[in-house]
């Protein structure tokens, strides 16, 4: 196989890349605004039930390479950051 | 706001998940292509230049709400997982 075959698969590469950032952005504004309704409502922020279901609907949709296993780690690391953000949130909110 | 703007909320949520697998796995699918080319081509798997650059240009494209940081930690995993993939791969051909 030649570079150029290489180099066509890094750019689709980089291409789905972009398009992991922009989901993963648009996944922490959803998070930030579930976290002002729920702070609205006197409701915790952590839901470990919801986490929970969140995790088993993705492996149950995991139709590989990866195992379900690594994605539920990748996906644990991606909610923690939208826990941060909510607290960071809350956190600026308290100091207006 | 009503628990209906929270179920809303949710369940676009949900979606953004699902959306998000899809792209992890394609993203997994290219690395485990891209590791045989590199392997019929006798190039080494790691290439710590090609990671910073791909980190770079994601930072670049950053609009948020996540920070800089946070974006690289979760991709920092995310590449971790296709690095490994690889190699699971490259155990499995050694041995056929």
């Given at each position: 196989m030649s570079n150029e075959e290489l180099d066509q698969l890094r750019q689709e590469l980089d291409e789905v890349n972009l398009e992991l950032l922009k989901s993963i952005n648009k996944r922490a504004q959803l998070v930030q605004e579930i976290g002002r309704v729920k702070k609205q409502q006197g409701?915790?922020?952590?839901?470990p039930v919801r986490e929970r279901d969140m995790l088993d609907s993705i492996t149950a949709h995991n139709d590989g390479p990866f195992e379900n296993s690594t994605v539920q780690h990748i996906f644990k690391e991606i909610f923690k950051a939208g826990l941060e953000l909510q607290e960071d949130d809350h956190r600026k909110a308290l100091l207006v």
């Amino acid at each position: 196989m030649s570079n150029e075959e290489l180099d066509q698969l890094r750019q689709e590469l980089d291409e789905v890349n972009l398009e992991l950032l922009k989901s993963i952005n648009k996944r922490a504004q959803l998070v930030q605004e579930i976290g002002r309704v729920k702070k609205q409502q006197g409701m915790n922020r952590f839901d470990p039930v919801r986490e929970r279901d969140m995790l088993d609907s993705i492996t149950a949709h995991n139709d590989g390479p990866f195992e379900n296993s690594t994605v539920q780690h990748i996906f644990k690391e991606i909610f923690k950051a939208g826990l941060e953000l909510q607290e960071d949130d809350h956190r600026k909110a308290l100091l207006v």
